[in-house]
């Protein structure tokens, strides 16, 4: 359990707000209607089995994926939440075709920040009981405060995000974030409806001893990775490595964030782009690892240096300990020269 460190996710937003010159508190505002929110899925998804309303809303995403009816909740729920508070413009997210223009009141447009969001990923898993995520990215909008929010406001490369965290429902509710100051975990007393810093400044092992692929696939994959894989299987200096996936993102990556290890979702012969969104699921991701002292590419670049074409598209993604993306770059570039 959590040492109580009586440090509130509130209070320490913030505290962290003097990180931001010129800070107006809508930053602080737009984390705080995310932590609410966050409370609300909990919530949902902890009495999912029980109020049935687990297995499928009859409907399917942009994606093509059935949307779980906790899907369609909590994507609603964040919108909401973010919409009421006044200090977004806009949203895009993985349950939503296009974005959504805020217009919030009078100050129509007036808000300066826009999110990315996937509400709930790794929705597969909640009828079977396995740890789920929300994942999210906040950019400043590179438009004019006041006019409508365009495409380009979204379609920004990672490495402008402002903040990027996701929320893990798991054996235990985490909140964790990064305001590109490093990398802080909170932990949900549910007794309470609070989140206590539970993880302060978290670090990445610079190598570890997990590797996360779905191993279903190998004769998909392309060859460095098949490589990389008979690379972590062979009996040499640290290895064998141990093989982890669980098939939700969030619960992937914190796990191995905290003990070090690699996650990788290549592109198959299947899925030629990869299946992982890059707006809303690695570029948070790749801005959170980095802070934590890891890496994140897509086998050959640095995903946070990714210009985006398209809301919903897809990308590589290889992430964690940094030696170990380093070797699997490696592999990836050795492989195709
Ligand atoms: P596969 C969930 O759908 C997700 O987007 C990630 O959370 C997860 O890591 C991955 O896809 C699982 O995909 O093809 O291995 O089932």
């Known amino acids: 359990m959590a040492q109580h460190t009586f440090r509130t996710l509130g209070e320490f937003i913030i505290e962290k707000q003097e990180d931001f010159r010129y800070s107006t508190g809508e930053l602080s505002r737009l984390l705080s209607a995310i932590k609410l929110a966050a409370k609300v899925v909990n919530s949902e998804v902890n009495k999912a089995g029980i109020a049935d309303i687990t297995g499928q809303a009859g409907n399917t995403n942009i994606q093509g994926e059935e949307q779980q009816k906790l899907d369609v909740l909590a994507n609603d729920l964040f919108i909401k939440a973010l919409s009421q508070r006044e200090v977004v413009c806009g949203i895009a997210s993985e349950e939503n075709d296009n974005f959504i223009e805020i217009e919030a009141g009078d100050n129509v447009h007036l808000s300066k920040y826009v999110v990315l969001i996937d509400p709930l990923d790794g929705s597969s898993n909640i009828d079977v009981n396995v740890s789920v995520g929300t994942i999210f990215s906040i950019y400043r909008r590179v438009t004019q405060p006041g006019t409508p929010?365009?495409?380009?406001?979204?379609?920004?490369?990672?490495?402008?995000?402002?903040?990027?965290?996701?929320?893990?429902?798991?054996?235990?509710?985490?909140?964790?974030?990064?305001?590109?100051?490093?990398?802080?975990?909170?932990?949900?007393?549910?007794?309470?409806?609070?989140?206590?810093?539970?993880?302060?400044?978290?670090?990445?092992?610079?190598?570890?001893?997990?590797?996360?692929?779905?191993?279903g696939y190998y004769f998909k994959f392309p060859q460095g990775v098949k490589n990389y894989i008979k690379h972590c299987q062979e009996e040499k200096d640290d290895r064998p490595y141990t093989s982890r996936y669980i098939g939700s993102l969030a619960a992937d990556f914190h796990r191995n964030l905290l003990k070090g290890g690699i996650y990788i979702y290549p592109t198959t012969s299947q899925s030629p782009n990869g299946k992982l969104r890059l707006l809303y699921e690695c570029n948070p991701m790749a801005f959170l690892i980095e802070q934590a002292g890891g890496k994140a590419s897509d086998g050959f670049k640095r995903i946070l240096d990714i210009t985006p074409t398209e809301l919903h598209q897809r990308v590589a993604f290889f992430c964690g300990s940094a030696a170990m993306v380093t070797k699997a770059e490696e592999f990836m570039s050795e492989a195709v020269h």
């Open 149 to 215: 929010v365009e495409l380009k406001d979204f379609l920004q490369k990672g490495s402008q995000q402002v903040a990027a965290g996701y929320i893990i429902y798991g054996s235990s509710t985490m909140l964790v974030y990064t305001t590109g100051n490093g990398v802080n975990g909170f932990t949900l007393d549910p007794t309470l409806g609070t989140f206590y810093l539970s993880h302060p400044d978290m670090k990445t092992p610079t190598q570890g001893k997990i590797y996360s692929i779905n191993e």
